[in-house]
């Protein structure tokens, strides 16, 4: 079991995620008392009686001013048995572009619905796109419960409902669990209530403590993958000739003694050593910020990847791709784009739009004109320089990517490589 938990929320405006994480940091005494107090004074202003948890996370003005979150907040809390990051993502659908940021490297998430309301068309958005991003874990928190005259078997309702959707965008059942509880009052938080007799699990933290996830699942099902984010060369007294190619390992492990592969150029190479700055490893895993020492003195620069020899992608200049488009001017057809994939950014123009899929009815639009924003399809692309890119369903650190505006900068598409919706029941838009 992971020491380290990756968590993000998400879920419909007023679902109560904020009261939610709010009441999983007091209950696990991850704030401070002054912090409690401040919230305690705010809450008093406006007249509530006891201390409305959402204000320990809703810390931006406008969100405290309208009550709702508009940016994801990375809270840390811990209990004796794990530690965790979770995502606090907003819950608006022009937002949604959040969520998958937020979503992206979460390796639970907890999707909140109302009981009121049950399962609407935001919960269907967002379990579709966590499916997409391949999030291994899924809670539906059915929040709220004490607002219902009947909690059991509105419960069991919308148990059933999100049962069958999540069947179909390819979870199995194991990997998806329903919790009630109310956030405001605590129950099935911390612990079990009993208010619920008709719930028999875990309280939702005791879920989280021990529920089963690899952290690093996603990333040791290829070799070595080390894009290169800066050339290290000191050229001082003490370090005339030293040439290091510092950057994070995103799959693999690698070791001294290593063959490697540099792409795109295709040079091999071994590894001398592993540098940090606490001294040499012998070994660096996913997730460790290294510099490589490499044995012959080749031409290696920021974008560029080492890779295991043994396991060497061959660079791409033309794939598919699921793409959900976070821009407000729609995609369309031969937009010339930037794609920022791993430390490589390079111009990309964007061929056929094959296909838009709708997350309602689990259905697909063939040949759409244009991709609008919170839009999920699937397109064809050609970059001007090759990339060593890994299908998405391999792994999702090195099958992922960016598609940016190139005039502005700003993040217009979060891509995967490969056919993301070949997991989920998709019927023709015809049947839909």
Same mark, same amino acid.
């Given at each position: ?19 939610? +994480?709010?009441? *999983? !940091?007091?209950?696990? %005494?991850? =704030? &401070? $008392? ?94 579709? +796109?966590?499916? *997409? !991003?391949?999030?291994? %874990?899924? =809670? &539906? $928190? ?291």
């Amino acid at each position: 079991m992971s020491d380290l938990l990756r968590l993000a929320t998400a879920g419909s405006v007023d679902d109560g995620k904020s009261t939610l +994480v709010g009441r *999983l !940091l007091y209950d696990t %005494k991850s =704030v &401070l $008392a002054d912090q409690i107090d401040a919230v305690t004074r705010a809450s008093v202003d406006k007249g509530l009686a006891t201390p409305d948890l959402s204000l320990l996370v809703d810390g931006l003005r406008a969100e405290r001013e309208q009550g709702i979150t508009i940016d994801v907040a990375y809270r840390y809390f811990a209990t004796p048995a794990r530690s965790f990051v979770l995502a606090d993502t907003p819950g608006h659908v022009q937002y949604t572009r959040n969520t998958v940021s937020g979503a992206s490297t979460a390796q639970l998430v907890i999707l909140l619905v109302d009981a009121r309301k049950g399962v609407i068309e935001q919960t269907r958005r967002h379990a579709a +796109v966590m499916a *997409l !991003l391949g999030v291994p %874990k899924l =809670v &539906l $928190a059915v929040n709220k419960i004490d607002l219902v005259d009947d909690p059991a078997g509105v419960f069991a309702r919308i148990v059933a409902e999100f049962s069958e959707l999540t069947a179909k965008l390819g979870w199995a059942a194991e990997d998806v669990v329903e919790i009630p509880v109310s956030a405001l009052h605590g129950d099935n938080v911390a612990s079990r209530s009993d208010k619920t007799p008709y719930y028999t699990g875990p309280s939702l933290i005791e879920h989280l403590e021990s529920v089963p996830v690899d952290a690093d699942s996603t990333r040791h099902e290829v070799g070595l993958r080390f894009p290169v984010q800066y050339v290290i060369r000191p050229r001082t007294a003490e370090y005339p000739d030293y040439r290091g190619y510092a950057g994070q390992v995103a799959a693999g492990t690698v070791r001294k003694g290593d063959e490697v592969v540099v792409l795109p150029s295709g040079t091999r190479t071994t590894v001398e050593r592993i540098d940090t700055p606490n001294g040499e490893l012998a070994s660096a895993q996913p997730g460790r910020s290294v510099t490589l020492v490499l044995a012959n003195d080749v031409d290696v620069s920021r974008g560029d990847t080492i890779v295991a020899a043994h396991d060497a992608p061959e660079p791409i200049e033309s794939f598919d791709a699921t793409v959900c488009w976070l821009g407000d001017k729609p995609l369309r057809p031969g937009a010339r784009l930037l794609l920022k994939h791993g430390t490589r950014t390079t111009q990309a123009i964007v061929g056929a739009l094959i296909e838009r899929f709708d997350e309602q009815h689990l259905s697909a639009d063939p040949a759409p004109e244009t991709l609008a924003l919170n839009d999920i399809g699937r397109i064809s692309i050609r970059v001007a320089d090759p990339i060593a890119a890994d299908d998405y369903s391999v792994n999702r650190y090195t099958g992922s990517f960016l598609l940016i505006d190139p005039a502005g900068g700003n993040t217009l598409a979060a891509g995967l490589v490969g056919d993301a919706l070949t997991k989920v029941e998709v019927g023709t838009e015809a049947g839909a």
